[in-house]
């Protein structure tokens, strides 16, 4: 059972860690296991593998607020569950795990272009929203990787390949059924032979299809 510090000890860490500036202060989260909590009971926490981490501003840049979020310069989180930071604007990615379903709020300052829950890319409306400029996941189990770049990876190409998988591994169950169907009928053996460089193709065009959406 993990030591879960408590909220005035969060606090602590991140005052102590401001800098002594007359206009502009940073906080900075050290790498080592340190537990925000939310007023349900729930924590956000950061891998030690990305910390330390600073945030510019002022003395606040790190603080809940009245409405159970976490401010973290000027992004904000909320969440049902535990949740750790894997993560932090990192190439533009915002990645965290989860033990279980919950529900997570984060606001950006904008939309994000494109989020993958539990490894598989999902459009809008399909486990996420983005409603006044908050984004809400209610569909990641066990991740989320949230994308705030310009240019999102070949997503299209990937959801066509694995379409393409899937419909050339029905038709070539198909053509195996009516092979064999040939074959035990002894009808027209050219025939039959047809049908199994056609399965060949088939085959080689699904492996040929999973590593193109692999690079996508």
Known sequence: ??????????????????????????????????????????????????????????????YRDTVNRWHFGTVWITSTIDMTVTAWFSGDWLN???????????????????VYLDGVYKLEGFGWTYTDGTLIISGASASSWVYWGSTMPNTVGYQLGQAAIIAAGFLAIVMLVAMVDVVAEKKDIKYAAMLAIGEVLLLITMLVLSQLSILG
């Open 96 to 114: 965290y795990t989860v033990p279980s379903s919950g529900t997570q709020q984060i606001s950006n300052g904008s939309k994000p272009t494109g």
């Open 1 to 62: 059972m993990r030591c879960k510090q408590p909220l005035f000890l969060a606090l602590t860490v991140a005052l102590l860690a401001t800098s002594i500036g007359s206009t502009f202060a940073s906080v900075t989260i050290p790498q080592r296991p340190i537990y925000f909590p939310f007023n349900n009971g729930a924590y956000l926490s950061f891998s030690t593998t990305i910390l330390p981490l600073t945030f510019s501003g002022n003395p606040q840049s790190v």
